[in-house]
């Protein structure tokens, strides 16, 4: 039995061998000719390795273009950052000086009265010079409202605190600082109202308006002091940024358009009465001439009757013994009249019959 299963043994690795032996044979022939199928596959993959090259390539290449834009786009923004500083530190350092706001201020009060249709030397006054109780005053525009009425304006630019503000880190200091402001406001208006524009003016509004060119002037202010607009009113001080005096402004100008339509109104009917009149003065001439022409008719009749009455008949009887030539022309009377007489006539005259004179009548 040992011998047996020995010699089975021997056989079963034998062939075990064997078929190894085969399969890698087969192996390294496939290896050594490859199918038509692999060789696609081995085209395509190439294919594919190309094209992922190229488009590496391109996305290199777009990289270092768009890494070029970018940086010049940088450059120019620090170009212009620097000139908006330059120009930013410009400004600010001349609206710190009292006078540049001032005409500031006074270039866009006239900007916005313009803007509303108001004309110069027409319906405002920029600069009027008037003496008041304590010496020469003079408000930056007064403005008429028609009938006489006027208002006074004054431009305010307290913008020191602001400007601070603005350039300060300091959360404890801005808001030091944006009290200041609200207090310098209120400073202005004390004293706008304490000078008394409205007395050099007849018929004045007792208001003078405090003219503020910026919103956010007023706007911070009233953040910090909310009573600071009852306080103004109390003295007869009005304030206004430019969207409320825009709004006023344009009131005064339909308030003229309804007073230029009011002028022409009264204009018509003053020029009415006149023709009136005038047609009542024309129509007493025309009367009195009518009156005139029918004096002269009746005159003249009478004159008719006793002319052919005491003369024309001697002549016809001259005619008669045969003295002249031919016959006589006769002269007859007239008998039309003037419309008035004969209807003054007949209100007069019973009606017994008809009238030869009035057959006439037109």
Same mark, same amino acid.
């Given at each position: 039995?040992?011998?047996?299963?020995?010699?089975?043994?021997?056989?079963?690795?034998?062939?075990?061998?064997?078929?190894?032996?085969?399969?890698?044979?087969?192996?390294?022939?496939?290896?050594?000719?490859?199918?038509?199928?692999?060789?696609?596959?081995?085209?395509?993959?190439?294919?594919?390795?190309?094209?992922?090259?190229?488009?590496?390539?391109?996305?290199?290449?777009?990289?270092?273009?768009?890494?070029?834009?970018?940086?010049?786009?940088?450059?120019?923004?620090?170009?212009?950052?620097?000139?908006?500083?330059?120009?930013?530190?410009?400004?600010?350092?001349?609206?710190?000086?009292?006078?540049?706001?001032?005409?500031?201020?006074?270039?866009?009060?006239?900007?916005?009265?313009?803007?509303?249709?108001?004309?110069?030397?027409?319906?405002?006054?920029?600069?009027?010079?008037?003496?008041?109780?304590?010496?020469?005053?003079?408000? %930056?525009? !007064?403005?008429?409202?028609?009938?006489?009425? +006027? =208002?006074?304006?004054? @431009?305010?630019?307290?913008?020191? /605190? #602001? &400007?601070?503000?603005?350039?300060?880190?300091?959360?404890?200091?801005?808001?030091?600082?944006?009290?200041?402001?609200?207090?310098?406001?209120?400073?202005?208006?004390?004293?706008?109202?304490?000078?008394?524009?409205?007395?050099?003016?007849?018929?004045?509004? %007792?208001? !003078?308006?405090?003219?503020?060119?910026?919103? +956010? =002037?007023?706007?911070? @202010?009233?953040?910090?002091?909310? /009573? #600071? &607009?009852?306080?103004?009113?109390?003295?007869?001080?009005?304030?206004?940024?430019?969207?409320?005096?825009?709004?006023?402004?344009?009131?005064?100008?339909?308030?003229?358009?309804?007073?230029?339509?009011?002028?022409?109104?009264?204009?018509?009917?003053?020029?009415?009465?006149?023709?009136?009149?005038?047609?009542?003065?024309?129509?007493?001439?025309?009367?009195?001439?009518?009156?005139?022409?029918?004096?002269?008719?009746?005159?003249?009749?009478?004159?008719?009757?006793?002319?052919?009455?005491?003369?024309?008949?001697?002549?016809?009887?001259?005619?008669?013994?045969?003295?002249?030539?031919?016959?006589?022309?006769?002269?007859?009377?007239?008998?039309?009249?003037?419309?008035?007489?004969?209807?003054?006539?007949?209100?007069?005259?019973?009606?017994?019959?008809?009238?030869?004179?009035?057959?006439?009548?037109?």
């Amino acid at each position: 039995m040992d011998a047996i299963t020995l010699i089975l043994a021997c056989a079963i690795v034998g062939v075990a061998f064997l078929g190894a032996g085969l399969l890698i044979g087969r192996r390294r022939r496939a290896v050594a000719a490859p199918a038509p199928e692999l060789d696609a596959v081995a085209d395509a993959l190439e294919r594919l390795g190309r094209r992922l090259e190229e488009a590496e390539a391109l996305r290199r290449s777009d990289q270092a273009g768009l890494r070029s834009e970018i940086g010049e786009q940088l450059r120019h923004v620090e170009a212009t950052t620097q000139i908006l500083r330059r120009e930013t530190g410009q400004l600010s350092a001349a609206l710190g000086r009292v006078d540049v706001r001032g005409r500031w201020g006074e270039a866009h009060l006239r900007r916005l009265v313009e803007a509303a249709g108001l004309l110069d030397r027409v319906h405002f006054v920029e600069q009027d010079s008037r003496s008041g109780h304590d010496g020469g005053q003079r408000p %930056d525009m !007064v403005i008429d409202l028609a009938a006489g009425r +006027s =208002i006074v304006v004054d @431009a305010k630019v307290p913008l020191t /605190a #602001l &400007l601070e503000a603005e350039a300060c880190d300091d959360p404890a200091a801005r808001a030091e600082l944006f009290t200041r402001h609200a207090r310098d406001v209120a400073a202005h208006a004390d004293r706008l109202g304490a000078k008394d524009y409205w007395r050099q003016y007849d018929d004045s509004v %007792d208001v !003078v308006v405090m003219f503020l060119p910026a919103e +956010s =002037i007023l706007g911070i @202010a009233l953040r910090e002091d909310p /009573a #600071l &607009l009852d306080r103004a009113f109390s003295r007869n001080v009005i304030l206004a940024t430019p969207t409320t005096f825009l709004a006023l402004m344009r009131t005064v100008s339909h308030v003229w358009r309804q007073e230029a339509i009011a002028d022409n109104a009264r204009e018509i009917h003053r020029l009415g009465r006149e023709l009136h009149d005038r047609l009542g003065r024309f129509a007493e001439h025309m009367r009195r001439v009518g009156t005139s022409i029918d004096s002269a008719v009746s005159h003249y009749n009478k004159m008719v009757g006793s002319f052919d009455g005491r003369v024309m008949v001697t002549a016809r009887r001259l005619s008669d013994h045969g003295l002249g030539d031919g016959a006589l022309p006769e002269v007859v009377p007239i008998t039309q009249r003037s419309r008035e007489s004969a209807a003054a006539d007949a209100a007069l005259t019973p009606s017994i019959g008809p009238d030869p004179q009035r057959a006439h009548l037109p």
